[in-house]
């Protein structure tokens, strides 16, 4: 099993849909859990922490389910401008090692 | 502006050439990596520095160098010894080594090989 696992999609999605990405991960001691944005050919760039108790910031909501070992991203009204990939990030307790996803992409169309 | 440059933002190698990638940040981190991306894949870990005079190996180490004589600056060759070095490669920094601090990227140097 893969440290960090996501759907490498492509989500087609029209414009104002709301889309979810979720990201598995295997080290159930995690500590930390972030979600980057990358355009194509470009740096990642983050989009937000996910907390416990789960975060929002605008259309964006970040979700962390223990449990599961699974976390989420959720994205609401959908804007051509949020075509990218998404990045799912891990950093696994004790070691110096943060565990990249392989991303989902999204596209989302007029 | 606070952030991370790197340079160039395109390089070629030779047969058998080193190269070095730079990699500046001016956010007063102390950790600081580099990751190589290959299309499709997801970021791996080539070497970190958590201190200026101290780095350690990543995941994909082999084949590449690194030094950390000022805390501003973290570059990387690329040696020959990598027989596949065209990638995407990726600087980033963290204020330090902490599990929960994010890490923020340069906007990366594309190498192929001639």
């Known amino acids: 099993r893969k440290e960090v696992e996501q759907d490498p999609g492509p989500f087609n999605v029209p414009e104002g849909a709301t889309v979810a990405f979720n990201c598995t991960y295997s080290?159930?001691?995690?500590?930390?859990f972030f979600w980057y944005r990358q355009d194509c050919r470009k740096e990642p760039k983050l989009l937000m922490s996910?907390?416990?108790s789960g975060n929002e910031d605008g259309r964006f909501t970040a979700q962390l389910n223990r449990a599961s070992q699974y976390i989420s991203l959720l994205i609401r009204d959908s804007k051509l401008s949020d075509s990218a990939t998404y990045l799912c990030?891990?950093?696994?307790?004790?070691?110096?090692?943060?565990?990249f996803g392989a991303g989902t992409r999204l596209f989302v169309k007029a | 502006d606070g952030g991370i440059t790197q340079s160039p933002k395109y390089l070629f190698r030779k047969e058998g050439q080193n190269v070095t990638l730079s990699c500046e940040q001016n956010?007063?981190?102390?950790?600081m990596y580099w990751y190589r991306q290959d299309p499709g894949q997801g970021l791996r870990l080539i070497y970190y520095?958590?201190?200026?005079?101290?780095?350690q190996k990543g995941d994909i180490a082999e084949g590449y160098s690194v030094s950390r004589e000022k805390k501003e600056s973290f570059p990387l060759t690329v040696t020959s010894a990598q027989k596949n070095p065209t990638a995407f490669y990726l600087c980033?920094?963290?204020?330090?080594?902490?599990?929960?601090?994010?890490?923020?990227f340069g906007d990366g140097t594309r190498l192929s090989i001639l």
């Open positions: 520095s958590q201190i200026v005079n101290d780095f």
């Open positions: 956010l007063n981190h102390d950790a």
């Open positions: 990030v891990v950093n696994p307790p004790g070691g110096f090692k943060t565990i």
């Open positions: 080290n159930s001691a995690s500590q930390s």
């Open positions: 996910v907390y416990s």
């Open positions: 980033a920094s963290s204020i330090r080594r902490d599990d929960n601090q994010p890490q923020h």
